[in-house]
């Protein structure tokens, strides 16, 4: 029997004076407390356990307890017999620290938390004076909790009260709600306070209510539609390019939201290009695309964008960003082979699953086989199992490392479980070390080791968090069976997370943010789309191409950014396009593009873009101004696409930049010296930098600035190329 | 990926909430301050300092060359530099400290803090961020688990206003970044050097060749040509309105006589640069000054070269008598200037060096080892009392005996001068919480 469910098997009270309104009381003596069932959710509610404060490691004031209440054995022992007995007094209960200092009749650090009228000082005070049970005589065990209404429609700034029911093991039932913990998600939409009270914000869209009570969670979704009913014809009549349409029309509808328009060709053009490709379109495409009069050019700029070597080094340096080491760490090699791997694994167009199942069962030698370096990185199974669960199936267990994740189902007994299937790996070479881990390691499969609980100190058996996994059989590499497990079509929590990764590439915003993420209580704002989304990866063999050509040829992923009067305020259901500034490398090398000036790095030949570079210790104030991060940084995060007020200043006064705009090898100093009218001047300029044809204004501007008295053409060239690269056309895509 | 959330906890919506607005109109020094005030309202205790100098001194220079002589130890332990008198009666220096020994009274010495980090990538790491690393990495390794003390000032301290926040001049030091914090408070650096007659700090000023007249037709220009429609509605959350305000606000920095002032050098006296002396040290501890007084939080100057496996006592005798005035003059200036009580300095590297001089295969001259069980760090300003030695090690230096202390009393010290709760609360990439400083108890002989 395992330790957490033996803690369970508790007898419950039948009749828990404190708690149960519901029940019937004998008045004139109380119902024997349970540690588990009645005290615990106390100092879970009013924080005693949390985090912050003696839930923390390192205890508060010498009193420790376990975060959350996880560990009732450690919990009642810290109470109950440690402190030199001075916590609970039976003699004069009211004297107990457990009591005293919360109702702040001794100096507390965490101040007054229990009023002396209120049930719960009731209950510690009956719990110290029965001489401190264990366990009541016939307890039940916590089986789950339920809150009520499930789902809930709110107009703006309506309130409604949320009720939490739990169920035990023989059936009882009580309302726990004074007891639970309360989060939104999305507190601007639906916040609610700490009695379980959800009141709708003025921002129409929907906000998931997490309630806690001893480690059970229950979620509500809240919604709150715009007020004004919009007709169904209006989204009957939408355009449906494929199955994601009709899934977020669906939504868009529940909420009386409607969709913006279609975005322009050009909006089109450079959306596509540097989501897919990661560059901006040159200026012979846009003029082609522009030009083009075919009713299907929006698709077959996708497919032409899919073959292209760019969008291989686009991915593969997104992809490189989450497994990147640390080059010091590994060695400068293996860092390059890794890289290597990555990359060709994209432009090879590798379904995911074999990606997935290569990288994780890899063998070989870190200056031969790129895809081993993962395992030379991370050399503990516990920093493979949080690496490869956030990124391959967007479980987070960090946190159930040390104790239970207080927002999920994982605990320790799951954490070393996953983490034995990397128990035998064998290594051999020359380890980490100094100065620069220069030699190369072999990676093999291993015949011992093994992985302990921490607590417990058992040997932990493979075990997946979820669902079979293929046994493991006697001489095979115990990486095989869980890769199996990871990439099964089955598992779809694996096509779901690249599902959600990509699309948040393509849309700027995740169903689920963070975007590996994916639990109970971080729901989806489209959880039908995401499913559909998944499964269509799936069973498209995995294929990465496939999935970016369903959702770039969706209408949704061709809306404009700008609102109509029902979704401005829509950021999460896609009603309209987001814009997000460009990634650094794409920023970098349109700057390059523009300025006809191509960049230098070191370690990559020459005419190489910022795309291809395989390690973030090339230097580039450029890269690392926009967002590239540390090389040394550990763990890996996702970016942030922030502006900066840094970034401005580079943009506007790097000596570099200024350079290359003035270069007499750039495109300010050609177009100067050709017989350019100025009206080719700016639609040239205007198609390179901005991707589009100037208006009518916009070339009489530029038609003005170059014959106006004592102009130097090439200076108002370079002048004009300056504004549009400081302009938020150029940075953002729109 | 723009309305993420970060990896702090924060969306952009909050950060834009946070930080931005009522900045323009007044003039640039007054809205420094009401920014710098403001922003010690909350519940954090109130720090003496507002701004942090760190001298990194970066391979782990010695104790016993420089603040923590052994004189009466054997020539094996003491070396070859005699001891000298500071200004605190029976506390000695080595015999080149000469002007930081005149003034120990302006300052305080910590003798007696000590890690188990004993080569450089981790040490760096351990000092920097007051946190061990994580898993065990190499003497060579630049290293990055969690937020270097630089970023998290910038953050807590950082005053929106178009000035970075954290300078690190002329380069980064090795665990000196931001880690989950985000790149937005990794350091800007400042590459060139300040003794060069060219100098200047990149992008804060406009590049060498373009004239203020044509920088304005260009800004002119561009107000003309940026016409991507603004979604004005608050909700919508457009990234591009933030765009606008740093724009605005790098505009100011740049065109404000000011704030420009605030990155001259040459401003400065020929006496005042002879003075912190012409070398790029000096001249980077002057140019911090007047970083100082322009409201930047954080500044770094990083000082490499200390780590003396060979010819320690030639190259120190080279090298400590500009260093110790260059270190002396930054602080005797800046409470000349009434700034020592709000500027924090801190001189210091990733660890001591060992007791017994060592000679290694291949060398003819003796020098010290890596050593994390005894170092000396020096602390100025932000009300700290003068004159304070805290510790001390035994009598060949092998080990900090008295009032041992750890990174972390070190690294809550400095957070505890600035206004910033080290118990603090900051959140991981996986959501999970962590305490800024695992034991977050300050030395309290400087408090």
């Known amino acids: ?734 | 990926m723009s309305n993420r959330k970060r990896c702090d906890g924060f969306t952009r919506r909050d950060t834009l909430q946070l930080g931005l607005g009522g900045f323009l109109g007044a003039g640039f020094v007054e809205s420094l301050k009401a920014r710098a005030e403001s922003q010690h309202g909350g519940s954090v205790p109130a720090g003496k300092a507002k701004s942090c100098i760190l001298i990194w001194m970066d391979g782990g220079p010695t104790h016993f060359e420089t603040f923590d002589p052994k004189p009466d130890a054997p020539m094996e332990f003491r070396g070859e530099f005699s001891s000298i008198e500071t200004s605190v009666p029976g506390v000695g220096y080595s015999e080149h400290m000469v002007k930081l020994a005149a003034s120990l009274n302006d300052y305080a010495m910590i003798r007696s803090i000590r890690h188990d980090q004993g080569n450089h990538g981790a040490g760096n790491h351990y000092m920097m961020t007051g946190s061990p690393p994580r898993i065990p990495v190499g003497c060579g390794a630049f290293v990055s688990f969690h937020p270097s003390m630089g970023s998290v000032v910038a953050r807590e301290l950082g005053r929106d206003n178009g000035l970075p926040s954290y300078f690190s001049m002329p380069q980064m030091s090795r665990s000196g970044g931001p880690n989950f914090l985000g790149a937005k408070y990794a350091p800007f650096v400042v590459g060139d050097d300040p003794n060069n007659a060219q100098f200047k700090v990149r992008d804060v000023a406009l590049p060498r060749d373009l004239t203020d007249m044509r920088f304005g037709s260009r800004t002119d220009l561009r107000s003309k040509i940026d016409r991507m429609v603004r979604i004005s509605d608050e909700a919508a959350g457009d990234p591009v309105l933030a765009f606008d305000e740093y724009f605005q606000q790098g505009h100011t920095l740049v065109t404000s006589p000011e704030a420009q002032k605030a990155f001259d050098i040459s401003l400065e006296s020929p006496e005042t640069r002879e003075r912190y002396g012409r070398d790029s040290f000096g001249q980077r501890c002057l140019l911090s000054r007047r970083l100082v007084e322009a409201g930047v939080p954080f500044i770094t100057v990083y000082d490499g070269g200390w780590d003396h496996h060979s010819d320690i006592f030639g190259s120190l005798r080279k090298r400590l008598p500009a260093w110790d005035n260059s270190v002396a003059t930054l602080i005797q200036d800046l409470k000349e200037r009434g700034l020592l009580d709000s500027t924090l300095v801190v001189a210091l590297g990733e660890f001591g060096r060992t007791p017994k001089i060592s000679t290694l295969a291949g060398s003819t001259t003796g020098g010290r080892d890596h050593w994390a069980n005894a170092m000396s760090v020096l602390m100025a300003g932000g009300g700290t009392p003068g004159g304070t030695v805290v510790g001390a090690t035994d009598r060949k230096g092998f080990s900090a005996v008295d009032r041992v202390l750890s990174p972390e009393n070190f690294v809550s010290t400095v957070y505890h001068k600035l206004g910033i709760d080290p118990n603090k609360i900051l959140y991981s990439p996986q959501g999970r919480p962590s305490h800024l400083v695992s034991d977050p108890t300050p030395i309290t002989e400087l408090i």
């Open chain 1, 1 to 734: 029997m395992s330790r957490r469910s033996a803690r369970f098997l508790i007898a419950f009270a039948l009749l828990a004076f404190s708690l149960s309104p519901a029940c019937k009381l004998r008045a004139e003596e109380p119902a024997i407390v349970d540690f588990e069932n009645d005290l615990q959710p106390i100092f879970t509610r009013f924080g005693c356990n949390s985090g912050p404060c003696h839930g923390k490691a390192r205890g508060q004031g010498g009193f420790q307890l376990s975060l959350l209440g996880f560990d009732g054995q450690q919990d009642y022992d810290a109470i109950a017999k440690e402190g030199r007995g001075r916590r609970v007094f039976p003699g004069a209960p009211e004297n107990s620290l457990l009591i005293a200092k919360p109702a702040g009749k001794t100096p507390h650090g965490g101040g007054k938390r229990l009023d002396v009228d209120s049930p719960e000082y009731q209950t510690l005070l009956n719990w110290v004076r029965q001489g401190m049970p264990r366990k009541a005589p016939s307890a039940a065990t916590l089986q789950s909790i339920t809150v009520s209404p499930p789902s809930l429609i709110l107009a703006a700034s309506q309130t409604q009260a949320l009720t939490v029911t739990a169920k035990y093991s023989d059936g009882a039932e009580r309302d726990v709600t004074r007891l639970t913990a309360f989060q939104s998600n999305e507190a601007p939409i639906a916040a609610v306070n700490e009695n379980g009270l959800v009141t709708a914000g003025q921002i129409t869209g929907d906000a998931a209510i997490m309630a806690r009570f001893m480690g059970q969670i229950a979620v509500c979704d809240v919604m709150i539609p715009r007020p004004e009913v919009i007709p169904a014809e209006v989204y009957a009549q939408l355009p449906r390019n494929n199955f994601i349409d009709e899934l977020v029309w669906q939504k868009l509808q529940r909420l009386n939201i409607t969709p913006s328009p279609v975005c322009d060709d050009h909006t089109f053009l450079r959306r596509a290009t540097t989501d897919i490709s990661g560059r901006i379109p040159t200026l012979e495409e846009v003029n082609a695309f522009l030009a083009d009069t075919s009713a299907d050019k929006r698709s077959k700029l996708i497919d032409r964008l899919l073959e292209e070597p760019e969008f291989a080094d686009h991915w593969a340096n997104k992809w490189a960003d989450l497994l990147r080491p640390n080059p010091y760490h590994v060695g400068i090699k293996a860092t390059f082979n890794y890289d290597h791997w990555i990359r060709q694994s994209f432009h090879d167009r590798k379904p995911w699953d074999q990606f997935v199942r290569e990288l994780l069962t890899a063998r070989g030698g870190t200056f031969r086989d790129g895809s081993v370096v993962m395992f030379r990185d991370r050399r503990q199974p516990e920093e493979l199992t949080t690496l490869v669960s956030q990124l391959f199936i967007g479980v987070r267990l960090d946190c159930a490392k040390c104790h239970h994740h207080p927002f999920e189902v994982w605990g320790q007994d799951d954490f070393y479980s996953f983490a034995a299937y990397f128990s035998k790996i064998g290594r051999k070479g020359t380890g980490i070390s100094a100065p620069i881990s220069g030699s190369e390691e072999f990676v093999f499969t291993g015949t011992s080791g093994s992985v302990t609980h921490p607590v417990t100190g058992a040997t932990m058996t493979p075990r997946p968090l979820f669902g079979e996994a293929p046994p493991v059989v006697e001489g095979q590499d115990q990486r095989e069976s869980l890769a199996a497990w990871i990439t099964s079509p089955n598992n779809h929590l694996f096509a779901q997370v690249m599902s959600n990764r990509v699309w948040a590439d393509l849309l700027a915003r995740g169903f689920v943010e963070p975007v590996d993420d994916l639990r109970a209580t971080n729901p989806p704002t489209n959880g039908p789309l995401l499913k559909a989304l998944g499964e269509h990866f799936r069973d498209s063999g995995f294929s990465i191409t496939e999935l970016i050509r369903v959702v770039a040829n969706s209408h949704v992923y061709q809306l404009s950014s700008l609102p109509n009067e029902t979704n401005a305020a829509d950021t999460r259901n896609y009603s309209r396009h987001y814009r997000h500034r460009l990634r650094a490398e794409v920023l970098l090398d349109a700057v390059s593009l523009v300025t006809g000036v191509p960049q230098e790095f070191d370690a990559m030949p020459p005419d190489s873009s910022a795309k291809q570079l395989w390690t973030h210790r090339s230097d580039s104030l450029f890269l690392d101004t926009f967002g590239r991060p540390d090389p040394n940084q550990d763990p890996p995060c996702e970016r942030m696409s922030d502006s900066t007020v840094v970034q401005s200043l580079h943009l506007m006064n790097s000596e570099k930049l200024y350079r290359d705009i003035g270069s007499d090898n750039g495109t300010a100093k050609s177009l100067a010296d050709s017989e350019k009218s100025a009206e080719e001047i700016s639609a040239e300029l205007y198609a390179r930098v901005f991707g589009r044809k100037p208006t009518v204004e916009e070339t009489a501007l530029v038609t003005e600035l170059l014959a106006a008295e004592g102009a130097v053409r090439r200076q108002v060239i370079e002048d004009l190329m300056w504004a549009m690269v400081n302009s938020a056309e150029f940075v953002f895509q729109d």
